[in-house]
Nanobody, 115 residues
Framework: QVQLVESGGGLVQAGGSLRLSCAAS????????MGWFRQAPGKQRELVAT???????NYRDSVKGRFTISRDNAKNTVYLQMNSLKPEDTAVYYC?????????WGQGTQVTVSS
């Protein structure tokens, strides 16, 4: 069974950058369509960005132009480069499959942006 491990979060000032990683283990299968999600305190989990098997990407409006999702198929890893961070980006960030039954959710990685 696939296990997802997110990393790269931290505390940054507004305007700063972070690069999140999502590594998959426990399966010899390659990750297919993947997404980054986030959940802020007291709010529902929301989709942030999607990358398909052919590399097509899609973003929620609030992060367009600031976030970039990418993948390294050889490493079975998905990334989220986050630039020009804002306090409203503060949340726990998760990765998971898109357009199919999700894998078990990982622990996520906390991103905190101070003003």
């Amino acid at each position: 069974q696939v296990q997802l491990v997110e990393s790269g979060g931290g505390l940054v000032q507004a305007g700063g950058s972070l690069r999140l990683s999502c590594a998959a283990s426990g399966s010899s299968s390659r990750l297919n369509n993947m997404g980054w999600f986030r959940q802020a305190p007291g709010k529902q989990r929301e989709l942030v960005a999607t990358i398909t098997t052919d590399g097509s990407t899609n973003y929620r409006d609030s992060v367009k132009g600031r976030f970039t999702i990418s993948r390294d198929n050889a490493k079975n890893t998905v990334y989220l480069q986050m630039n020009s961070l804002k306090p409203e980006d503060t949340a726990v960030y998760y990765c998971n499959a898109r357009f199919t039954v999700p894998f078990p959710w990982g622990q996520g990685t906390q991103v905190t942006v101070s003003s």
